[in-house]
């Protein structure tokens, strides 16, 4: 069940649009925003609240890559794999990530701090390979080294 902050939020949403269904996205921005994640019940909550069905809410959360169907950690590390970032270090960057969480591609940390998800692409080519840390994107991280990219992740407790 949608709570009451959730359903003010997504009436608000409905304003701006002269279809229900157009305010899919944001309605399941809003219950992530809440949640961290949007569960079965809630994508049933939303085709409620949209006038839709189950199924379409369902089919526009899988295909948008950051709306997040199962449980994730506090912070969500999002390395760029596109052809840009992977000719400019990725790999290796990928590689120190898990190295430093312990964690693979689609695992959470133990302590529920992190999870790491690749991403098609992070629109920052030019400054490749980077990563998206929750809303903060990284750039130009082909020579990051350990005690660097450790900082950067105590940015995020």
């Not at 359903?7 to 608000?12: A, K, T, V």
């Not at 809440?34 to 809410?57: C, F, K, M, Q, Y």
């Not at 400019?88 to 964690?103: D, N, Y």
Request: net charge negative; charged share 25%.
């Amino acid at each position: 069940m949608l709570t009451p902050d959730e359903l003010r939020e997504i009436e608000h949403e409905l304003s701006h649009y002269a279809q229900p269904q157009a305010a899919t996205i944001e309605a399941l921005k809003i219950v992530q925003k809440h949640r961290g994640w949007v569960s079965d019940e809630a994508v049933a909550d939303i085709a409620t609240a949209l006038n839709s069905t189950p199924a379409t809410v369902d089919a526009v959360a899988s295909f948008y890559n950051l709306i997040y169907r199962k449980p994730v950690g506090r912070h969500v590390i999002h390395v760029c794999d596109s052809v840009s970032c992977w000719i400019m270090g990725q790999t290796r960057l990928s590689e120190l990530l898990k190295a430093r969480l312990g964690i693979d591609y689609g695992q959470t940390t133990p302590d529920g701090r992190f999870t790491l998800l690749p991403i098609c692409c992070l629109g920052t080519c030019d400054r490749a390979p980077a990563m998206l840390i929750g809303s903060d994107t990284h750039r130009d991280l082909e020579s990051v080294d350990a005690a660097r990219l450790d900082a950067l992740l105590e940015r995020y407790p």
